[in-house]
């Protein structure tokens, strides 16, 4: 907003007749910039006298103007992200609709997240981190086009706190028919990840960096992030009684759970199931279309005698009950 300074002995009094809609105008500008009219007048009058004043109210229309338009781009934007999560969920046959959604959220109608989803209202950030766990996405894609819209973490199976990441594995807030893993096997890079179903179509899903079915073998045979993978999936079915499918998927489905850019279980659901975590929890001696399988049970079994790897199954096993206590909800169907 311009300001003025005004000095009282430099004031002179100037009667000036203009037409009443002008006068109107001016009345009307001035509220909107929190001035008088009287001041809202002599600022126009001066700024006619300079070059930048010959354009300043065509400036000033044109701010409010892209104002407004990037007001209305950010509700499409939000609109867009928001149908997308929904034909998402939806696509797999959960019929979750807004006005379900707008109960769940607690609102006594569906009429504010309806508008949402139609770009004709924008949701606060406040709102939409409210409303992205219903739906199952990344706040920080929804609220502020962070990142991808489903979340992944990336671990590293060698350093990380295994125990910390089987009690996210096996956590859960509600019972239902929908809990299950999918371990994954990319057949093109031979890398590995973990959809976490849970809570219907809500997923977590986890990548192991630097850990292949068919990992590099050390000198004594052993494949050690290997055996450490092995020992959270035994873990995993030893303790619980959620589902563990397994699948193979190309390179480019893969990269797409492995970024979270799209909705896993889109993916998952078309993918043919496949035995090989079923055969690498029991180390069977064989699995279909897995090339070098008996190389990598025998460097699970190598790494089993490690001193390291047996350390981390003393301190599971130690942990047990714990993590019994956090998956308890999964035995009170």
Same mark, same amino acid.
């Given at each position: 907003?311009?300001?003025?300074?005004?000095?009282?002995?430099?004031?002179?009094?100037?009667?000036?007749?203009?037409?009443?809609?002008?006068?109107?105008?001016?009345?009307?500008?001035?509220?909107?910039?929190?001035?008088?009219?009287?001041?809202?007048?002599?600022?126009?009058?001066?700024?006619?006298?300079?070059?930048?004043?010959?354009?300043?109210?065509?400036?000033?229309?044109?701010?409010?103007?892209?104002?407004?338009?990037?007001?209305?781009?950010?509700?499409?934007?939000?609109?867009?992200?928001?149908?997308?999560?929904?034909?998402?969920?939806?696509?797999?046959?959960?019929?979750?609709?807004?006005?379900?959604?707008?109960?769940?959220?607690?609102?006594?109608?569906?009429?504010?997240?309806?508008?949402?989803?139609?770009?004709?209202?924008?949701?606060?950030?406040?709102?939409?981190?409210?409303?992205?766990?219903?739906?199952?996405?990344?706040?920080?894609?929804?609220?502020?086009?962070?990142?991808?819209?489903?979340?992944?973490?990336?671990?590293?199976?060698?350093?990380?706190?295994?125990?910390?990441?089987?009690?996210?594995?096996?956590?859960?807030?509600?019972?239902?028919?929908?809990?299950?893993?999918?371990?994954?096997?990319?057949?093109?890079?031979?890398?590995?990840?973990?959809?976490?179903?849970?809570?219907?179509?809500?997923?977590?899903?986890?990548?192991?960096?630097?850990?292949?079915?068919?990992?590099?073998?050390?000198? &004594?045979?052993?494949?050690?992030? #290997?055996?450490?993978?092995?020992? @959270?999936? $035994?873990? /995993?079915? *030893?303790?619980?009684?959620?589902?563990?499918?397994?699948?193979?998927?190309?390179?480019?489905?893969?990269?797409?759970?492995?970024?979270?850019?799209?909705?896993?279980?889109?993916?998952?659901?078309?993918?043919?199931?496949?035995?090989?975590?079923?055969?690498?929890?029991?180390?069977?001696?064989?699995?279909?279309?897995?090339?070098?399988?008996?190389?990598?049970?025998?460097?699970?079994?190598?790494?089993?005698?490690?001193?390291?790897?047996?350390?981390?199954? &003393?301190?599971?096993?130690?942990? #047990?009950?714990?993590?019994?206590? @956090?998956? $308890?909800? /999964?035995? *009170?169907?």
């Amino acid at each position: 907003m311009q300001k003025m300074e005004i000095i009282m002995s430099e004031i002179t009094q100037f009667n000036l007749r203009i037409p009443q809609k002008l006068k109107e105008k001016i009345v009307q500008e001035a509220q909107q910039n929190g001035r008088s009219a009287n001041i809202e007048a002599q600022i126009r009058l001066e700024n006619s006298f300079s070059k930048s004043g010959e354009f300043s109210h065509a400036i000033e229309e044109l701010r409010k103007l892209l104002i407004a338009h990037d007001k209305k781009n950010r509700q499409n934007i939000v609109a867009k992200k928001l149908n997308q999560i929904l034909t998402d969920i939806n696509a797999r046959g959960f019929e979750y609709t807004i006005p379900k959604l707008a109960y769940d959220m607690g609102y006594a109608h569906s009429d504010k997240v309806d508008q949402w989803f139609k770009g004709t209202d924008t949701a606060s950030f406040t709102e939409l981190q409210q409303i992205a766990p219903f739906l199952g996405c990344s706040q920080e894609w929804l609220s502020f086009d962070m990142g991808n819209p489903y979340s992944v973490e990336k671990i590293d199976i060698h350093y990380g706190d295994i125990i910390k990441l089987l009690s996210e594995l096996v956590s859960c807030t509600e019972v239902n028919n929908y809990r299950r893993w999918f371990v994954i096997h990319n057949e093109g890079t031979r890398e590995i990840a973990i959809v976490k179903q849970f809570e219907q179509w809500h997923t977590q899903s986890y990548y192991f960096a630097n850990t292949f079915l068919g990992e590099y073998q050390y000198g &004594d045979g052993s494949c050690p992030n #290997l055996t450490r993978f092995f020992l @959270i999936l $035994s873990t /995993l079915q *030893k303790m619980t009684n959620w589902r563990i499918d397994s699948v193979i998927l190309d390179s480019q489905d893969f990269h797409k759970i492995k970024e979270g850019s799209e909705f896993p279980l889109n993916m998952l659901m078309k993918a043919p199931p496949h035995n090989w975590a079923y055969d690498l929890i029991h180390l069977r001696d064989s699995s279909q279309n897995i090339a070098d399988w008996g190389a990598i049970v025998n460097g699970i079994k190598k790494g089993l005698e490690d001193k390291n790897i047996k350390e981390l199954q &003393d301190t599971i096993e130690a942990h #047990l009950s714990e993590l019994q206590d @956090i998956s $308890s909800c /999964l035995n *009170k169907t």
